[in-house]
């Protein structure tokens, strides 16, 4: 219970924090929220999406699960992405995995650990369709980081499958899908070099057989 309490103080001390340099911000904010971006990320507790990249509370709205995936299934991601994208009509969606991703570790050993495994089944999946490709890689490290760049790509593929964001793209909605890598012991956020912001270049990148997928592990540009 000690543990709470000391949750409870600094969360009061940040509000007071924040109060400070500007008074009417929690009043504002809870009039509204006008978010640009959607970040669909991975759960880690190792990763705070917005404090991490500089924002504010209200500057963002997050959807995270374990290994940051996009399955069609998903109510409660769909629900967060149609919310996003034709209430607040955010302008970028931000799919971001991280190196060493647990889920994806766990995918890629075939773990057993309940539930989740038939969650994690996503990413097998994944691993066999660049089976070929991954068992040419050096070594373990360096097949899982690739694992873990491949399963941004193919998340940023279903983004844009949904009915949501190709009904945008379909009225003229400025929408723009990217994908971002993390490196929890750099702290640091890498630009995949993936952006798609209409069904033809989401043709594109689909008929391109994944150009990113044949960068050396590591070396994806920021």
Same mark, same amino acid.
Request: with cysteine; proline share 3%.
């Given at each position: 219970?000690?543990?709470?309490?000391?949750?409870?103080?600094?969360?009061?001390?940040?509000?007071?924090?924040?109060?400070?340099?500007?008074?009417?911000?929690?009043?504002?904010?809870?009039?509204?929220?006008?978010?640009?971006?959607?970040?669909?990320?991975?759960?880690?507790?190792?990763?705070?999406?917005?404090?991490?990249?500089?924002? +504010?509370?209200?500057?963002?709205?997050?959807?995270?699960?374990?290994?940051?995936?996009?399955?069609?299934?998903?109510?409660?991601?769909?629900?967060?992405?149609?919310?996003?994208?034709?209430?607040?009509?955010?302008?970028?969606?931000?799919?971001?995995?991280?190196?060493?991703?647990?889920?994806?570790?766990?995918?890629?050993?075939?773990?057993?650990?309940?539930?989740?495994?038939?969650?994690?089944?996503?990413?097998?999946?994944?691993?066999?369709?660049?089976?070929?490709? +991954?068992?040419? +890689?050096?070594?373990?490290?360096?097949? +899982?980081?690739?694992?873990?760049?491949?399963?941004?790509?193919?998340?940023?593929?279903?983004?844009?499958?949904?009915?949501?964001?190709?009904?945008?793209?379909?009225?003229?909605?400025?929408?723009?899908?990217?994908?971002?890598?993390?490196?929890?012991?750099?702290?640091?956020?890498?630009?995949?070099?993936?952006?798609?912001?209409?069904?033809?270049?989401?043709?594109?990148?689909?008929?391109?057989?994944?150009?990113?997928?044949?960068?050396?592990?590591?070396?994806?540009?920021?």
């Amino acid at each position: 219970m000690e543990r709470i309490k000391e949750l409870l103080e600094s969360n009061r001390r940040w509000a007071e924090e924040l109060k400070a340099v500007d008074p009417q911000f929690f009043e504002r904010l809870s009039e509204s929220q006008s978010p640009d971006f959607l970040w669909i990320g991975c759960s880690d507790s190792r990763i705070s999406p917005t404090a991490s990249v500089g924002m +504010l509370p209200g500057e963002m709205f997050v959807h995270r699960n374990v290994a940051n995936l996009v399955n069609h299934s998903d109510m409660n991601c769909l629900a967060v992405m149609q919310f996003a994208v034709e209430v607040l009509k955010v302008e970028h969606i931000i799919v971001c995995g991280h190196y060493g991703c647990g889920g994806v570790k766990a995918a890629f050993d075939d773990a057993r650990y309940g539930l989740v495994d038939n969650w994690l089944r996503h990413i097998q999946d994944i691993m066999h369709k660049y089976e070929a490709k +991954l068992a040419k +890689l050096p070594d373990y490290e360096t097949r +899982l980081d690739k694992l873990c760049e491949l399963n941004i790509i193919e998340q940023i593929v279903n983004v844009g499958e949904t009915t949501i964001v190709q009904d945008a793209w379909e009225r003229g909605q400025k929408l723009f899908v990217h994908g971002w890598i993390y490196r929890i012991a750099e702290g640091i956020y890498r630009d995949m070099k993936i952006t798609v912001r209409s069904l033809e270049e989401l043709d594109a990148m689909r008929d391109d057989t994944f150009k990113a997928e044949t960068r050396p592990v590591g070396s994806v540009p920021v």
